[in-house]
């Protein structure tokens, strides 16, 4: 008598393929546009009944195309605030010394506490 194992493999995404298929298949059965009875391809009566097309669905969401609109939302720019602060604060310290640190960090936290209202008083209003 012989030893025979037949190894089983399981793999989640086909599994959740088959599930999104078996839904979408059965919704659009319960919507009328696939019959029980007919082969059609899945595919297309999917289009039929949502109008979508596959075409331009990646580029809906890139990031290219929602630009941040408020300035403090791009990553480009405030890092560009960031290194200004800081080639600031070491030009400022070398030439005035610690006076100077001490002007940026009571300047610093003064337009801190103002944006702080300015977005304070913005949600408020909403």
Same mark, same amino acid.
């Given at each position: =008598?012989?030893f025979? %194992?037949?190894?089983?493999?399981? #793999?989640? @995404?086909?599994e959740? %393929? +088959?599930?999104?298929t $078996?839904?979408i298949?059965?919704?659009l +059965?319960a919507?009328g @546009? ?6 059609? #391809?899945i +595919?297309?009566?999917y289009?039929? $009944? +949502?109008?979508?097309s596959?075409?331009?669905a ?5 990031? /290219?195309r929602n630009?941040?609109?408020?300035l403090?939302?791009? $990553?480009? =720019?405030?890092? =560009? /605030?960031i290194?200004? /602060?800081l @080639?600031?604060?070491i ?6 010394g610690i #006076? ?6 009571? %300047?610093?936290?003064? /337009?801190a506490v103002v944006?702080?209202l ?5 949600k $408020?209003?909403e």
């Open positions: =008598m012989r025979d %194992i037949k190894p089983r493999h399981y #793999d989640p @995404v086909k959740e %393929i +088959e599930q999104r $078996a839904r298949k059965h919704q +059965e919507d @546009v696939l019959s029980n009875g007919k082969n059609q #391809d +595919e297309e009566a289009r039929r $009944a +949502e109008g979508s596959i075409r331009g990646f580029t809906q969401g890139s990031p /290219i630009k941040p609109s408020d403090f939302s791009s $990553a480009g =720019m405030l890092r =560009m /605030i290194l200004l /602060i @080639v600031g604060t030009t400022g310290y070398l030439y005035w #006076d100077a640190l001490y002007t940026l960090l009571y %300047i610093g936290i003064g /337009i944006l702080f300015i977005r304070l008083k913005g $408020a209003n």
